[in-house]
Structure formats: structure tokens, C-alpha cells
């Protein structure tokens, strides 16, 4: 299997008491596909996965099968969790509700020993789901785990045939350039940092996974055209526009901000769910001027034109 392009990492609905929203993602999906995107990387950092409860998650991954399906969507569950059971009964509901593929982050709590211990972990939880391609989520800024990713690679289809690619969200680039210089083993390196995108096109990655395009695809096709086309100026110009409007969310409390500007963009998907910050209405209008001021809407306005 190998994913190319934009692959969302969706926002879980909440209403605003911070239940489950499903009636949320069939408009999720419409917004989506409609702004060009390939797939969706679902329950992962972005859709709060380790603030949702194991139905919560099968529930979600039930309601993205027949949203995925309803557009043409590639659909990638993520099932890391920290007990074994869950993480196994998250396999079979994804296989069940028919995603594409299959992805996980290392446990955060109780962390394996080494590469051979994540491989291990990884055997175990993506058994009930042993057809489905699995992608490891490199993330060790979120699960504390850093390993040899590189060596896990080599090593992960002997125990996992089904093993395709990585999620990779991790700093090292020196080790990315490693894996993609491999003669065999090469996996699907899926680029996980979007405001650097334009770097990871150039690395090798072919498809990313990231947060920001649930809201602000259009400036990444443009990147992703431009580079296609030669054009470096173009595609850092657009960059550029994407590092700016990160620093701005980020300064915020990304999360708490992301999900502010999908309401304005139209896509309402609730508040994050607590612990995660909520923000003021102050802090909200105060967000959409800065945003206005730095021409976000005018970006994404330029961008369906040229669509």
C-alpha cells in the first residue's frame, strides 16, 4: 500500500457537554473530500484518541467507514492504546468497519524495551487485524518512545507481513534520509509535520498525514503543485503562509485553535475535550482577527479560485 497526497488527521466531534458527536462526520468527510483531500487518519493525536473511551473509538471508527466510503476517502484507523485487549478489540472494530489500513503509536505508559519489544507489541495488537496494512506512528514527542526507527523497519516485516509504512512525526531527519535511501524494506514514509511539508517532498515522502488540512488544505496542494511543477519559490512562498498560520494556532493552544478555525471555516466539530484548554469567546474573536489579519481566508479563497 502506498498513500499519496493529503491525508487528514480529523477532529473528533464533541457537542459542547463533550460527548461524542457522530452526526459530525458525515459533514467532516463532505468538507474533506470536497477541499481535495486523499484519506483520513482517524483517532489519532489530533482526534484526542487516548480521551476517548474504547466504544467511543469503535463508534468513531463505525461512523468513518461510511463516511470514507460515501467519498471516496481511504480511511486509516488508529488503534494504539495502552492495554493489549483494547488495543486488539480496536484492530477487529477498525477490520469491521472496514478501514483501508491500520495504524499505531508506541504505549505511553509502560514503554517497551527497544525495537524488539515495540515489534513484539505491534505482532500482538494488529493480529484481529492481520490483513489490514499497518502503519507504525513514529511520535516520540507525544509517547515519550524513541526508537530506532530505521532498524524497526528492517526487522518489522519478518514478524508483521502486512507492515506498509510509517506515520512519521519525528524530528531526526537524518534518520528518514536513511530509511528512504534503502535498497529493500522500503516502506510508505508518510510526512507528519505540516508546516515543513515542502521538506519532506523533497526528502522523499509522497503523502502526509497532519492536522491543518482539515482547514487549510488548499495552501498545501499549492505547495505540493508547485514543487511538482519546479517552481521552489512558489512552493516556499506557500509554505511560508503555512509555518505563519501554525505559529498563530500554536500560540493559542493549537488544539483549542484548530478546532476554532473548522467552525469558521464552516465545519463546526466541537470544543477539545478537557484536559485540553477551551477557549474564551475573547479569545476566540481575538484568534479570528489575527488570523484575518494575516489573510488566512483570503489564502483559502485564492486557493478554491484556482481549483
Known amino acids: 500500500m502506498q498513500l499519496t497526497g493529503l491525508i487528514a488527521a480529523p477532529h473528533t466531534p464533541f457537542n459542547p457537554d463533550f460527548t461524542l458527536n457522530l452526526e459530525g462526520v458525515p459533514r467532516q468527510a463532505r468538507h474533506l473530500a470536497a477541499s481535495g483531500v486523499k484519506g483520513v487518519f482517524v483517532a489519532g493525536t489530533t482526534g484526542e484518541c487516548h480521551s476517548l473511551s474504547f466504544d467511543e473509538r469503535a463508534e468513531l471508527f463505525a461512523a468513518w467507514g461510511e463516511a470514507s466510503r460515501a467519498h471516496g476517502m481511504e480511511f486509516i484507523a488508529h488503534t494504539g492504546h495502552n492495554s493489549l485487549s483494547d488495543a486488539r478489540a480496536l484492530a477487529k472494530a477498525a477490520r469491521e468497519a472496514g478501514a483501508d489500513a491500520i495504524g499505531a503509536m508506541a504505549p505511553t505508559f509502560f514503554k517497551p524495551n527497544g525495537v524488539e519489544g515495540l515489534i513484539d507489541w505491534f505482532e500482538r495488537i494488529t493480529e484481529p487485524a492481520a490483513a489490514l496494512p499497518f502503519y507504525f506512528y513514529d511520535i516520540p514527542s507525544m509517547t515519550g518512545v524513541s526508537i530506532d526507527t530505521r532498524e524497526l523497519v528492517q526487522s518489522v516485516g519478518k514478524r508483521i507481513p502486512s507492515f506498509a509504512g510509517v506515520k512519521y512525526t519525528n524530528p531526526d531527519r537524518n534518520q528518514l534520509s536513511a530509511i528512504l535511501a534503502l535498497d529493500d524494506h522500503l516502506p510508505d514514509m508518510l510526512w507528519g509535520c505540516d508546516e515543513e511539508l515542502l521538506d519532506g517532498l523533497q526528502m522523499g515522502c509522497r503523502g502526509a498525514v497532519g492536522s491543518s488540512y482539515n482547514f487549510a488544505a488548499g495552501i498545501y496542494h499549492r505547495v505540493i503543485e508547485a514543487y511538482e511543477l519546479g517552481d521552489l519559490d512558489e512552493a516556499k512562498h506557500w509554505q511560508s503562509r503555512s509555518l505563519a498560520l501554525i505559529d498563530i494556532l500554536k500560540a493559542s493552544g493549537y488544539m483549542s485553535s484548530a478546532k476554532a478555525v473548522m467552525e469558521m471555516v464552516g ?41
Do not use: H, I, M, Y
Request: hydrophobic content about 25%; charged content about 30%; glycine content about 4%.
Open 267 to 307: 465545519v463546526d466539530c466541537g470544543p477539545p475535550r478537557p484536559p485540553l484548554p477551551q477557549l474564551t469567546n475573547e479569545e476566540r474573536s481575538a484568534l479570528r482577527k489575527q488570523l484575518e489579519s494575516l489573510g488566512f481566508f483570503e489564502w483559502l479563497n485564492e486557493c478554491t479560485e484556482k481549483s
